[in-house]
Protein backbone atom coordinates (compact mmCIF):
# COMPACT_ATOMS: atom_id res chain seq x y z
CA UNK A 1 0.00 0.00 0.00
CA UNK A 2 1.50 3.47 -1.00
CA UNK A 3 1.21 4.43 2.89
CA UNK A 4 1.75 8.56 1.37
CA UNK A 5 -1.55 8.26 -0.27
CA UNK A 6 -3.43 7.11 3.20
CA UNK A 7 -1.71 9.67 5.18
CA UNK A 8 -3.26 12.51 2.89
CA UNK A 9 -6.84 10.76 3.11
CA UNK A 10 -6.51 10.42 7.22
CA UNK A 11 -5.11 14.21 7.45
CA UNK A 12 -6.46 16.36 5.37
CA UNK A 13 -8.65 18.81 7.05
CA UNK A 14 -11.56 21.56 6.30
CA UNK A 15 -9.56 24.79 6.01
CA UNK A 16 -11.81 28.25 6.82
CA UNK A 17 -9.22 30.77 7.19
CA UNK A 18 -7.39 31.82 4.15
CA UNK A 19 -4.34 34.17 3.19
CA UNK A 20 -4.70 36.71 0.13
CA UNK A 21 -1.79 35.87 -1.71
CA UNK A 22 -3.17 34.09 -4.77
CA UNK A 23 -1.69 30.29 -5.48
CA UNK A 24 0.85 29.30 -8.33
CA UNK A 25 -0.01 28.04 -11.52
CA UNK A 26 1.55 24.90 -11.03
CA UNK A 27 -0.35 24.08 -8.01
CA UNK A 28 -3.48 25.30 -9.26
CA UNK A 29 -2.34 22.64 -12.27
CA UNK A 30 -1.53 20.10 -9.51
CA UNK A 31 -5.15 20.11 -8.23
CA UNK A 32 -7.40 20.53 -10.78
CA UNK A 33 -5.53 17.46 -12.86
CA UNK A 34 -6.37 15.48 -9.87
CA UNK A 35 -10.02 16.36 -10.62
CA UNK A 36 -9.99 15.39 -14.03
CA UNK A 37 -8.86 11.80 -12.96
CA UNK A 38 -11.79 11.08 -10.89
CA UNK A 39 -14.23 8.10 -11.81
CA UNK A 40 -17.06 9.01 -13.59
CA UNK A 41 -20.02 6.98 -14.16
CA UNK A 42 -19.30 4.74 -17.49
CA UNK A 43 -15.99 7.16 -18.02
CA UNK A 44 -17.97 10.11 -19.67
CA UNK A 45 -15.70 12.32 -17.86
CA UNK A 46 -19.02 14.37 -18.45
CA UNK A 47 -17.81 16.93 -15.27
CA UNK A 48 -16.68 20.74 -15.87
CA UNK A 49 -14.31 21.93 -13.73
CA UNK A 50 -13.85 25.96 -13.76
CA UNK A 51 -11.20 28.13 -11.70
CA UNK A 52 -12.74 31.35 -10.55
CA UNK A 53 -9.01 33.54 -9.78
CA UNK A 54 -9.86 36.88 -10.99
CA UNK A 55 -10.77 39.37 -7.50
CA UNK A 56 -14.19 40.21 -9.69
CA UNK A 57 -15.10 36.98 -10.18
CA UNK A 58 -14.22 35.60 -6.76
CA UNK A 59 -16.07 38.65 -4.96
CA UNK A 60 -19.28 37.69 -7.46
CA UNK A 61 -19.24 33.85 -6.79
CA UNK A 62 -18.84 34.44 -3.48
CA UNK A 63 -21.76 36.97 -3.20
CA UNK A 64 -24.08 34.97 -4.97
CA UNK A 65 -23.56 32.14 -2.50
CA UNK A 66 -24.37 34.20 0.39
CA UNK A 67 -27.15 35.29 -1.62
CA UNK A 68 -28.20 31.48 -1.78
CA UNK A 69 -27.25 31.56 2.16
CA UNK A 70 -29.85 34.46 2.91
CA UNK A 71 -26.62 36.22 4.41
CA UNK A 72 -25.61 39.06 2.55
CA UNK A 73 -23.03 39.68 4.58
CA UNK A 74 -21.51 36.91 4.60
CA UNK A 75 -18.54 35.27 2.57
CA UNK A 76 -19.18 31.18 2.65
CA UNK A 77 -15.64 31.14 0.74
CA UNK A 78 -13.65 32.40 3.69
CA UNK A 79 -11.39 34.73 2.06
CA UNK A 80 -10.12 32.45 -0.54
CA UNK A 81 -8.38 33.65 -3.51
CA UNK A 82 -8.94 30.83 -6.02
CA UNK A 83 -12.79 28.80 -6.08
CA UNK A 84 -13.34 25.75 -8.17
CA UNK A 85 -16.24 25.28 -9.07
CA UNK A 86 -17.53 21.41 -10.09
CA UNK A 87 -20.37 21.19 -12.38
CA UNK A 88 -22.22 18.16 -14.18
CA UNK A 89 -22.69 18.70 -18.28
CA UNK A 90 -25.38 16.79 -20.39
CA UNK A 91 -22.50 13.90 -20.42
CA UNK A 92 -22.79 13.06 -16.94
CA UNK A 93 -24.74 9.80 -15.98
CA UNK A 94 -24.31 10.22 -12.55
CA UNK A 95 -24.86 13.67 -11.83
CA UNK A 96 -23.77 14.46 -8.36
CA UNK A 97 -21.52 11.08 -7.69
CA UNK A 98 -19.23 11.84 -10.61
CA UNK A 99 -19.02 15.69 -9.38
CA UNK A 100 -18.52 14.92 -5.27
CA UNK A 101 -15.80 12.40 -7.17
CA UNK A 102 -13.74 15.08 -8.93
CA UNK A 103 -14.45 17.55 -5.74
CA UNK A 104 -12.95 15.05 -3.12
CA UNK A 105 -9.45 14.20 -5.78
CA UNK A 106 -9.31 17.84 -5.47
CA UNK A 107 -9.41 18.35 -2.12
CA UNK A 108 -7.34 15.57 -1.08
CA UNK A 109 -4.46 17.17 -3.96
CA UNK A 110 -4.74 20.44 -2.26
CA UNK A 111 -3.63 19.32 0.53
CA UNK A 112 -0.79 17.02 -0.43
CA UNK A 113 0.40 20.03 -2.74
CA UNK A 114 0.17 22.04 0.92
CA UNK A 115 -2.84 24.00 0.17
CA UNK A 116 -5.56 24.64 2.45
CA UNK A 117 -9.32 23.90 0.77
CA UNK A 118 -12.91 23.74 2.08
CA UNK A 119 -15.92 22.12 0.22
CA UNK A 120 -18.78 24.56 -0.14
CA UNK A 121 -22.26 23.59 -0.70
CA UNK A 122 -25.14 25.32 -2.63
CA UNK A 123 -23.24 25.82 -5.63
CA UNK A 124 -26.77 24.02 -7.98
CA UNK A 125 -29.13 26.95 -6.21
CA UNK A 126 -26.06 29.47 -6.95
CA UNK A 127 -26.29 28.68 -10.69
CA UNK A 128 -30.17 27.96 -11.41
CA UNK A 129 -30.24 31.98 -10.15
CA UNK A 130 -30.27 34.45 -12.68
CA UNK A 131 -26.98 36.11 -11.87
CA UNK A 132 -25.59 32.26 -11.70
CA UNK A 133 -26.51 32.04 -15.35
CA UNK A 134 -25.12 35.29 -15.99
CA UNK A 135 -22.28 34.24 -14.74
CA UNK A 136 -22.02 31.32 -16.92
CA UNK A 137 -22.22 33.91 -20.04
CA UNK A 138 -19.66 35.73 -19.02
CA UNK A 139 -17.55 33.04 -18.87
CA UNK A 140 -18.65 31.87 -22.25
CA UNK A 141 -19.73 28.69 -20.74
CA UNK A 142 -23.57 26.51 -21.13
CA UNK A 143 -26.25 27.49 -19.24
CA UNK A 144 -26.88 24.34 -19.13
CA UNK A 145 -24.40 23.49 -16.84
CA UNK A 146 -26.00 22.00 -13.31
CA UNK A 147 -23.48 23.42 -10.18
CA UNK A 148 -22.67 20.28 -7.90
CA UNK A 149 -20.06 21.28 -5.51
CA UNK A 150 -17.66 24.49 -5.20
CA UNK A 151 -13.98 24.98 -2.80
CA UNK A 152 -12.69 27.39 -1.54
CA UNK A 153 -8.61 26.98 -2.03
CA UNK A 154 -5.48 28.90 -1.28
CA UNK A 155 -3.16 28.71 1.46
CA UNK A 156 -4.19 28.26 5.34
CA UNK A 157 -3.92 31.16 7.45
CA UNK A 158 -4.78 28.81 10.63
CA UNK A 159 -3.16 26.18 12.41
CA UNK A 160 -4.63 22.38 10.85
CA UNK A 161 -7.30 20.78 12.56
CA UNK A 162 -6.32 17.72 14.08
CA UNK A 163 -9.02 14.76 13.04
CA UNK A 164 -11.54 13.96 15.36
CA UNK A 165 -11.44 10.27 16.56
CA UNK A 166 -13.57 7.78 14.41
CA UNK A 167 -16.68 6.10 15.39
CA UNK A 168 -16.81 2.63 16.66
CA UNK A 169 -19.33 1.39 14.32
CA UNK A 170 -17.99 3.04 11.20
CA UNK A 171 -17.72 -0.16 9.29
CA UNK A 172 -19.77 -3.35 10.02
CA UNK A 173 -18.52 -6.56 8.49
CA UNK A 174 -21.29 -8.97 8.07
Known amino acids: MKTEALEVLKNRRAIRKFKPEQITEAELNVVTEAGTYAPTGAGTQGVQIVAVQSPE ?93 SIALGYADCEHPQPKPRKADYVVRV
Open 57 to 149: NVAAVDALNAKVLNKPDAHPYYGAPTILLIFETEQCMTHELDGAAVCTNMLNAAYAAGLGSCWIHRCKQMFELPEGKELLRKWDLPETLVGVA
